[in-house]
Nanobody
Framework: QVQLVESGGGLVQPGGSLKLSCAASGTIFTIYAMGWYRQAPGKQDELVASVTSHSTPVYADSVKDRFTISRDNAKNTVYLQMNSLKPEDTAVYYC???????????????WGQGTQVTVSS
């Protein structure tokens, strides 16, 4: 099994910054794409950013030029640096990783438990 543990959420004022971390552990052969999604009250889940195993990033238009996704393959960890935060960034942020647990197996999606980010004055 694979576990994803997120950290770094909290309360921040508009214009502030937060850095989220998500560490994968367990039976891991290869981690393919890793990413961050968010769910705000009354809204659908939204892909915030994702990064391939070769560190090619993709961003939602709403966070481009404000958020930066990165990963440390040696630590099986993905990060999300969030700058210039806005109230509309308030949501529960979830980490996702596509993991192959053994050689030759198709990767499976794993999700973290979520971390709350609240942007408010």
């Amino acid at each position: 099994q694979v576990q994803l543990v997120e950290s770094g959420g909290g309360l921040v004022q508009p214009g502030g910054s937060l850095k989220l971390s998500c560490a994968a552990s367990g039976t891991i052969f290869t981690i393919y794409a890793m990413g961050w999604y968010r769910q705000a009250p009354g809204k659908q889940d939204e892909l915030v950013a994702s990064v391939t195993s070769h560190s090619t990033p993709v961003y939602a238009d709403s966070v481009k030029d404000r958020f930066t996704i990165s990963r440390d393959n040696a630590k099986n960890t993905v990060y999300l640096q969030m700058n210039s935060l806005k109230p509309e960034d308030t949501a529960v942020y979830y980490c996702k990783a596509d993991v192959a647990t053994h050689y030759g197996l198709v990767p499976v999606e794993y999700w973290g438990q979520g971390t709350q980010v609240t942007v408010s004055s």
